[in-house]
């Protein structure tokens, strides 16, 4: 008797899930020989007792219930309350790579912590702090943009001869980087699969789609059986056509590590930045220089940017002013020579410049020193408050708060260059760097 994984089982029911279409399109007396059919959110719950949402997430055509494929139909979400039931092309057969991927080499090691964890934005990160992603794009100087759940605005589009109009329909953006000139939009998967749907592309495209910069599409794969990255970009030849999407170019690529030093870090920390703003999302200060080259330059611009409020937004400009990256006059942000180098940097030199900048600061610093001497020994949550009290003068629970911002730049060096290692409560050097003198 052969034992089914939990995997095989979790595929199993969701199989029989979606065989309950069959009972929505038989109580609605749907006629699926007709372009289009409309369902509400209301008439899936109350007939199959399912969640609307993933009864309508068929992300492959092979996942498709057998109603659906006897008459060549796929589904689309309107809004957050209704789905169109559409023929038409829905899917998308990826292209075979039936080729060796080419070797990448890169002194940024996989974060450790990371490591078996099945998670398509793992790989994308380090995809693109190594400087893979701007290999495969012959971009350099893209940043992390966007990522996340979202709704759509407002758009209209045809699909095999229908016209639909979308709004507030719910998309997921793994990743969404940018330039001045560019945004490049991924769709990310663990696994290789032999279809997608074509919405994972298009929606997240039109959300973002605009006239001032050129948007570009990736289908982004980790191949966990040939350890391998690979890259799919298509194009949209008509922004208004769903099943426009083209094929445009593929790349493989299985990335080699080669340790760096610690001895790379080495920095002449400046005793004077002891200001400390709580900034947790290492990501906005990383993008505010490019926003500020492109002209969003106020703390007004950019708590509308971000969707935060000024408040927030200050302490943002702050922690790039400490990094040396953008300076204040007269309310209005500008670049640093440092901040106008750090932006004309291709991705990987872009990170360790960034993290060498972290590590100037005293607290950082501190931390990194301490790893460096005793690397065996981990630092304590309860020692990074010690050193917080030793180079600021906080208490209570806003010294708790910042030895959270402290942690979380810590784990953005643990993504992005794999010098330490963060749980909870310590950090310990990463195991997979030299320690040279």
Same mark, same amino acid.
């Given at each position: ?9 979790? &595929? ?7 065989? =309950? ?5 038989? =109580? ?217 999407? =083209? ?108 993290? &060498? ?53 810590? =784990? ?26």
């Amino acid at each position: 008797m052969v034992k089914r994984t939990t995997k095989t089982i979790g &595929k199993h029911l969701e199989k029989r899930k979606l065989e =309950k279409w069959s009972d929505i399109v038989t =109580k609605l007396d749907l006629n699926l020989n007709e372009k289009t059919n409309i369902v509400t959110a209301k008439q899936i719950k109350s007939i199959t007792g399912e969640e609307p949402r993933l009864m309508a997430k068929i992300d492959q055509r092979e996942d498709l219930p057998s109603i659906f494929k006897k008459h060549n139909v796929f589904i689309l979400p309107l809004d957050r309350q209704s789905y169109a039931i559409l023929q038409g092309k829905g899917y998308h057969t990826l292209e075979p790579m039936d080729f060796d991927g080419e070797k990448y080499l890169t002194d940024n090691p996989f974060p450790v912590s990371s490591a078996g964890i099945e998670s398509e934005s793992t790989y994308l990160d380090y995809a693109y702090a190594t400087g893979l992603l701007s290999r495969f794009t012959h971009v350099d100087n893209l940043f992390l943009a966007t990522r996340g759940r979202r709704t759509t605005p407002q758009f209209d589009f045809s699909v095999g001869g229908t016209n639909l109009s979308v709004k507030g329909a719910q998309i997921e953006i793994d990743a969404g980087y940018e330039n001045v000139e560019q945004i490049v939009l991924v769709e990310g998967k663990i696994g290789v699969p032999n279809t997608f749907i074509i919405r994972q592309l298009y929606y997240p495209y039109r959300a973002v789609h605009s006239d001032k910069k050129s948007t570009r599409t990736i289908f982004f794969c980790y191949d966990p059986k040939e350890y391998a990255y690979l890259f799919y970009e298509y194009d949209f030849q008509s922004p208004f056509q769903y099943d426009s999407m =083209k094929f445009v170019r593929s790349g493989k690529y299985n990335i080699n590590f080669k340790p760096s030093s610690l001895r790379d870090y080495r920095v002449n920390p400046d005793k004077e930045k002891i200001r400390i703003p709580q900034a947790d999302d290492i990501n906005k200060i990383v993008e505010l220089p490019f926003r500020v080259a492109e002209g969003i330059d106020t703390m007004e611009k950019m708590a509308a940017h971000f969707r935060f409020d000024k408040r927030q937004s200050s302490y943002y400009r702050e922690a790039s002013e400490i990094l040396g990256l953008v300076e204040l006059n007269r309310h209005t942000y500008s670049l640093t020579d440092k901040g106008k180098q750090y932006i004309q940097m291709p991705t990987h030199m872009r990170m360790k410049y960034f993290t &060498k900048l972290l590590l100037e600061f005293p607290v950082i610093n501190q931390v990194y020193l301490n790893l460096t001497v005793e690397r065996d020994k981990p630092v304590t949550k309860n020692e990074i408050v010690d050193i917080l009290k030793n180079n600021s003068e906080l208490t209570g629970s806003t010294l708790l708060r910042r030895t959270q911002t402290i942690l979380a730049w810590l =784990k953005w060096i643990q993504r992005n260059v794999g010098l330490v290692e963060v749980s909870k409560d310590r950090v310990s050097s990463s195991r997979q760097m030299k320690l040279e003198f």
